[in-house]
């Protein structure tokens, strides 16, 4: 089968997974919107939301209809690495053996990532880098897809560990979730408060969703799309040569190259299951608010000014 029906098909699916996940989860479409062109990329997702917003449901929803393994890891300040890794320990034959952890699964939920100290939170930042684990000198693949969606509570900032600028960086996106509006509210309170109970069906397999991802990156991309996606990341970064007020007036440090290629591989993944063979501009900044916001470090004037990352990003458009 060629690239193209591939391609086709895959929008059909997109679109039943879409109708899937909103039998459980009522509204916030552009949020699942973005999750899922995260995960198709390959990359990582920070989920910031208030608590009660259910961001737990909707995590386990997409790897229910993803028909993908679920771990869930609720992060608290005394959780070690061996925790989320695993660790060895003698069997009855005297052997070492290697038990593996909850981060071996396709999707895990790190709930409340920030809770947890910077020597845990490192142990699992690695793993999303590497796609692997190292223990005793041993190292073992995870699995295939591998997606670490990690939440944040911006409210309750006592007793955090909040992630350094080159850590959020490993996340592909960084996803607000806000209040649902009161029509979603009413229809929610409704679903919830019965004794009907709805699940999500599976639409995708594990191997299924690796070849989707590798058929991704072969989309073609024109040059001036690549150069477009390279000088908005650019514009990010305060300095002379650059021209947007905003910027240099308001931010400390802009994004690194990894944003770039970032943009490129969402942009393709937005145009794919929008039913276009290859992404253009649009597709870039369809894409780019998510994806640059965690990367661009405002200073004290923009916060005492209320200038937010949004505004910023949108300027440089």
């Known amino acids: 089968m060629s690239d193209a029906s591939v391609l086709k098909d895959f929008v059909q699916k997109y679109r039943d997974l879409k ?4 039998k459980v989860i009522i509204g916030q479409e552009e949020i699942v919107d973005q999750i899922l062109v995260t995960v198709f990329s390959g990359g990582h997702a920070l989920l910031i939301g208030v608590p009660g917003l259910a961001k737990t449901l909707m995590v386990q929803t997409i790897a229910a209809a993803l028909g993908l393994k ?10 070690m690495p061996s925790d989320i890794l695993g660790s060895e320990i003698l069997d009855e ?45 041993k190292t073992y693949s995870l699995p295939n897809p591998y997606f670490v969606l990690a939440t944040q509570n911006p409210i309750e900032q006592e007793g955090t560990y909040p992630l350094p600028e080159a850590q959020l960086d490993r996340f592909m996106s960084a996803i607000y979730l806000d209040y649902p509006s009161f029509q979603n509210e009413i229809d929610i309170v409704k679903a919830t408060t019965s004794d009907l109970q709805i699940k999500a069906s599976s639409i995708f397999a594990a191997d299924e969703i690796a070849g989707i991802q590798q058929l991704l990156r072969r ?30 007036k308001y931010v400390d440090w802009g994004a690194g190259p990894r944003a770039s290629q970032n943009l ?42 209320g200038i937010s990352e949004n505004v910023i990003i949108q300027s440089i458009f």
Do not use: W
């Open 93 to 137: 034959t005297r052997q070492f053996k290697f038990v593996k952890g909850p981060v071996f699964s396709n999707i895990i939920l790190a709930d409340e990532i920030n809770r947890t100290p910077p020597k845990t939170q490192a142990a699992l930042l690695e793993a999303m880098q590497e796609r692997s684990v190292t223990i005793g000198g």
């Open 219 to 248: 989309i073609p991309v024109a040059d001036n799309v690549v150069e477009y996606a390279v000088q908005l990341t650019a514009n990010t970064r305060p300095g002379q040569e650059n021209k947007h007020d905003l910027v240099n």
């Open 19 to 22: 109708q899937e996940i909103a």
């Open 70 to 79: 679920f771990n869930r890891i609720q992060f608290t300040p005394d959780l």
């Open 264 to 305: 490129i591989l969402a942009a393709k993944t937005h145009a794919a299951v929008n039913g276009k063979f290859s992404p253009d501009i649009e597709n870039v900044q369809a894409v780019a608010i998510p994806i640059l916001r965690h990367r661009v470090i405002r200073n004290y004037k923009s916060e005492a000014e």
